[in-house]
């Protein structure tokens, strides 16, 4: 396994570090209390191509490897993550399905401007009553002639308001449970297309999740993803490929809480000396820090497995799973070290405690995670 970046990717990190320092790191405060990324950054990010990280070069986009990406994502953990999920979104869920299994005209249609950031992309899976049973979902598709007439509701849709193209999963057999659920690229403006209610959350602020609603919605034929029927194995292969993504975001965020923390423990006097030489910070910062490294050395080898175009899904959940828990471990300590100071929103620390905590649940939560591992296991026991 090799996970040496090329000078290319190197650059780019460091331009993208450069970004969060001196741009989206000084407007943390203001998305916070305004649930908004200004647009300024917004057009920025779209100037620096990240909008177009899962995108093929021939399609407008940076056409990275997964181990690039996730160099990438990493970078962009060490900030805000409301900012993060919205571009975390667009390149994982939101457009690796049309970049996997979309035909050749679908990609012309839609990636070049997904690339550019002009339209935003999302996932539309989850409803009211199929969270977990993602095979559940009741959103149904009637073929009429050369289209589809959707009827149904989505809930939890990140980047809802603001997307342009919807990877949308809804019943077209609902004799044949979950080989009866198709894929579709939906656009906002198609006729019948509504988005609901934005919801207040306790994290994540300036990225939006919002309700859909489809109310004989008209859908080309020519824009069922994939195959008919396969759109629930389309579904878990495009949860499962953002993953390390997403574990890479986490990690990012690890690994930022982890240098304000040790910092702050060197700096901050108790009993006429550091902290840090307190026994129980620096195991803390220990525990921190041996967590991470492991974390990162998960992640950049479930990459380089889908690089090599090995199955992952056993290995994605793993680090879906260990992600988000370390994550949640590493934020806990990191406002136990910070004390007071960790728990006043005018500090970061309390921001990333409040962001880590949905990483145990969206795109698959940790005990989804653990069952998904079980079932590899089973099958791999079972041959």
């Known amino acids: 396994m090799d996970f040496t970046l090329s000078p290319e990717i190197l650059q780019m990190k460091a331009a993208v570090r450069d970004f969060i320092t001196h741009e989206v790191e000084p407007a943390a405060r203001r998305i916070e209390e305004e649930d908004q990324v200004p647009d300024s950054l917004i057009e920025a990010s779209r100037a620096l191509g990240l909008?177009?990280?899962?995108?093929?070069?021939?399609?407008?986009?940076?056409?990275?490897?997964?181990?690039?990406?996730?160099?990438?994502?990493?970078?962009?953990?060490?900030?805000?993550?409301?900012?993060?999920?919205?571009?975390?979104?667009?390149?994982?869920?939101?457009?690796?399905?049309?970049?996997?299994?979309?035909?050749?005209?679908?990609?012309?249609?839609?990636?070049?401007?997904?690339?550019s950031g002009e339209w935003v992309g999302a996932f539309a899976l989850t409803e009211p009553e199929?969270?977990?049973?993602?095979?559940?979902?009741?959103?149904?598709?009637?073929?009429?002639?050369?289209?589809?007439?959707?009827?149904?509701?989505?809930?939890?849709?990140?980047?809802?308001?603001?997307?342009?193209?919807?990877?949308?999963?809804?019943?077209?057999?609902?004799?044949r449970g979950a080989k009866g659920i198709t894929s579709f690229i939906v656009e906002k403006t198609f006729p019948g297309f509504r988005v609901g209610t934005v919801e207040k959350k306790m994290g994540l602020h300036g990225s939006h999740t919002a309700q859909l609603y489809f109310e004989d919605l008209e859908v080309p034929e020519e824009n069922v993803l994939g195959q008919e029927g396969e759109g629930y194995v389309n579904a878990l292969k495009i949860l499962a490929n953002g993953r390390a993504g997403l574990a890479a975001r986490a990690?990012?965020?690890?690994?930022y809480l982890l240098d304000r923390s040790t910092r702050y423990a060197l700096e901050r006097q108790q009993f006429e000396k550091p902290i840090f030489e307190q026994q129980i910070i620096q195991h803390y910062l220990a525990e921190m820090a041996t967590e991470i490294e492991t974390l990162r050395w998960m992640t950049y080898r479930v990459a380089w497995m889908?690089?090599?175009?090995?199955?992952?899904?056993?290995?994605?959940?793993?680090?879906?799973?260990?992600?988000?828990?370390?994550?949640?471990?590493?934020?806990?300590?990191?406002?136990?070290?910070?004390?007071?100071?960790?728990?006043?929103?005018?500090?970061?620390?309390?921001?990333?405690?409040?962001?880590?905590?949905?990483?145990?649940?969206?795109?698959?939560?940790?005990?989804?995670?653990?069952?998904?591992?079980?079932?590899?296991?089973?099958?791999?026991?079972?041959?």
């Open 251 to 255: 990690l990012g965020s690890c690994q």
């Open 306 to 383: 889908a690089d090599q175009g090995a199955n992952v899904i056993k290995e994605a959940a793993m680090l879906k799973l260990y992600g988000s828990e370390v994550y949640n471990r590493v934020a806990d300590k990191a406002v136990q070290i910070h004390g007071g100071i960790g728990y006043i929103a005018d500090y970061p620390i309390e921001r990333f405690y409040r962001d880590a905590r949905i990483t145990r649940i969206y795109e698959g939560t940790s005990e989804i995670q653990k069952n998904i591992i079980a079932a590899q296991l089973k099958k791999e026991y079972a041959e």
């Open 130 to 175: 199929a969270g977990s049973n993602a095979a559940a979902i009741r959103t149904t598709a009637t073929k009429k002639g050369t289209r589809y007439v959707l009827n149904g509701q989505k809930i939890y849709i990140t980047n809802a308001p603001e997307a342009h193209v919807f990877t949308v999963m809804a019943v077209t057999d609902p004799y």
């Open 51 to 115: 909008f177009g990280i899962s995108i093929p070069e021939e399609y407008g986009g940076l056409g990275l490897s997964m181990v690039d990406k996730c160099a990438i994502f990493e970078e962009l953990g060490q900030t805000i993550n409301g900012y993060t999920t919205i571009l975390g979104a667009h390149n994982g869920i939101g457009s690796v399905g049309i970049v996997t299994f979309g035909s050749p005209e679908q990609k012309s249609r839609y990636l070049p401007r997904m690339a």
